[in-house]
């Protein structure tokens, strides 16, 4: 029995509808539900407070604080050593063995689960180097863990670039650095943009690998040796040890409020950039 | 007259190319600007121009014409080495440029790229503004000043016969101009950095008629000021817009001589097979 075009077309058009519907509506079910019943003990109370009594009580507002200075410190180390080396990888270097093997070394980072990289973390910054459990420690290591991304997706993005651009540049007498700040970056940006955002997002929800290296403290981190803990690992040992579901959902809201605020505001940031450029 | 360029001149004289040298009917000599000599490149080690020797002349304009593949392109390359870009380019030879050898290894390439402008085949804007495209050569070569600027992006585009049409739109997006524009704003670009040649790769193979004429009528205006080497496809255009012309075929120069004798009475069979359209 021979089906008619129109028919499959018909039949392959819903079937993509509805994988695309399942996609978000499990997406919008998660977040939804988190929402549901995290939201409510969301409080201005809940932000600033200090936790009380192991987190049962109070707020999160040091983990809040720790989040933003572990994630932050993370990708302000790796973002410019990644982008670097991926401008050194496509415009300063030949294609070669070296290269390839640079690459191939940076899949296989990105594909380490973060427990290595925590384990990894501890044994080198907290022990051997004597940095103990702290923001720094944290920072460091999540910034190993997120430095492939970043490279990866910058390469790709200088690749993008057309060949022709950079010919016109050297062409005008435009020296390789110059055409690489003035050309290859500036058209390069919203792809580098994306690659950074996925990398405060991986920094800001990592678990294992803070647990190991940043520590767990309630305090609030006076300084970047103080142990401090993040919100993710906050909410993972709220749950885990039965303390507090509600402020363990509420917690969680913030995390989910806070990543899409970040990824709204860098898309926003980069759509104008680029309406500026072009 | 420096130095260089009397060398060169004296290369010249002493008759050091044969069937290439400038012709009797020029009066006084003619400055050698640049000098080809004996100039081969290959590419992964098969040859792609062989063995060139010629000369381009100050202020002339000389018409590269043949068949597709015949290393025209990499001809015009060669005098700025944007072909350096390449990873598998080799070359032997040499190309001096007033005199100077342009492949030494103290010869600045930027500046070099400053001094033989290049005009692409099909425009390439950058994506940004039209003043931004014009003031980008200027601007790398370190020019900051913005009255300098604006001088030198009105009279460029003046010199491109577009200012006109677009002196309005300035600031607008240069992917926003038409075809034509955008070639004639590539024109002025190269015009900014105020080159010695200006070198060009099939500047109309994709432009209408009328944005062709203004193109050719800007170089000839422009023959003044600088020599032109002009690559094309179109035997008519070489024909039209050039004062000499050269054959190449297969990386081989077959001839070279003034347009109205290459045209009428070309002194190699192939010249006349390839003008009259029986190949290529």
């Known amino acids: ?278 | 007259m420096d130095m260089a360029s009397r060398n060169s001149e004296i290369k010249l004289q002493k008759g050091e190319m044969p069937g290439t040298a400038g012709q009797a009917d020029q009066a006084q000599i003619r400055q050698v600007k640049i000098f080809m000599e004996n100039f081969s490149v290959f590419y992964n080690n098969m040859p792609v121009l062989k063995d060139i020797t010629m000369e381009i002349f100050s202020g002339e304009r000389l018409a590269i014409i043949g068949p597709a593949n015949s290393g025209k392109t990499t001809l015009l390359r060669s005098l700025n080495r944007l072909n350096d870009l390449h990873a598998d380019f080799s070359h032997t030879g040499r190309i001096f440029l007033d005199g100077q050898d342009i492949y030494q290894a103290q010869m600045e390439v930027a500046s070099l790229r400053r001094r033989v402008g290049m005009v692409y085949a099909v425009p390439i804007p950058l994506p940004r503004s039209v003043y931004d495209n014009v003031a980008y050569g200027p601007r790398m070569a370190g020019v900051r000043s913005r009255t300098r600027l604006d001088e030198l992006v009105e009279s460029s585009l003046r010199s491109a016969f577009v200012w006109e049409e677009i002196k309005d739109r300035l600031e607008e997006s240069a992917l926003n101009l038409s075809g034509g524009q955008q070639q004639r704003m590539c024109l002025a670009r190269v015009l900014a950095l105020e080159p010695e040649v200006l070198i060009l790769d099939e500047p109309c193979s994709g432009l209408d008629p009328i944005s062709t004429a203004k193109i050719e009528e800007a170089l000839d205006d422009l023959k003044r000021k600088y020599s032109v080497v002009l690559v094309t496809n179109n035997t008519k255009q070489a024909a039209r817009a050039s004062d000499r012309t050269g054959f190449l075929l297969m990386g081989d120069l077959i001839e070279v001589g003034p347009t109205s004798k290459v045209f009428t009475n070309p002194s190699d069979r192939r010249t006349a097979d390839y003008i009259t359209g029986h190949f290529g």
Request: charged residues 10%; glycine residues 8%.
């Open chain 1, 1 to 278: 029995m021979r089906i008619s075009p129109s028919v499959s077309q018909r039949v392959v058009v819903a079937g993509l509808w509805s994988l695309a519907i399942l996609t978000i509506g499990v997406l919008l079910f998660i977040i939804g539900y988190i929402l549901a019943r995290g939201l409510p003990n969301v409080t201005w109370e809940f932000l600033a407070d200090s936790p009380r009594r192991m987190g049962k009580e109070g707020g999160v507002f040091p983990m809040i604080v720790s989040t933003f200075m572990v994630a932050g410190l993370a990708v302000a180390l790796a973002a410019p050593i990644g982008v670097m080396t991926a401008v050194y990888l496509t415009e300063y270097t030949r294609e070669g063995k070296l290269t390839a093997l640079i690459r191939f070394g940076a899949d296989c980072l990105a594909g380490i689960p973060s427990i290595i990289f925590g384990l990894f973390g501890f044994v080198f910054f907290v022990i051997a180097l004597g940095m103990g459990l702290s923001v720094i420690s944290g920072a460091l290591t999540l910034a190993l863990m997120v430095l492939p991304t970043i490279i990866r997706t910058t390469e790709e993005a200088i690749k993008a670039v057309p060949k022709t651009y950079r010919e016109v540049s050297y062409g005008l007498g435009g020296t390789r650095w110059q055409t690489v700040r003035h050309v290859v970056l500036r058209s390069a940006i919203p792809g580098i943009c994306t690659g950074i955002v996925l990398a405060i997002g991986r920094s800001v929800s990592e678990t294992a690998a803070v647990m190991l290296t940043a520590g767990s403290s309630l305090q609030l981190p006076q300084s970047l040796l103080d142990s401090s803990r993040t919100m993710s690992l906050h909410f993972y040992i709220l749950s885990r040890e039965g303390i507090s579901m509600p402020a363990a959902f509420a917690t969680a809201s913030i995390l989910i409020i806070a990543v899409l605020a970040i990824n709204v505001a860098a898309y926003w940031l980069m759509s104008r950039f680029v309406a500026r450029v072009a």
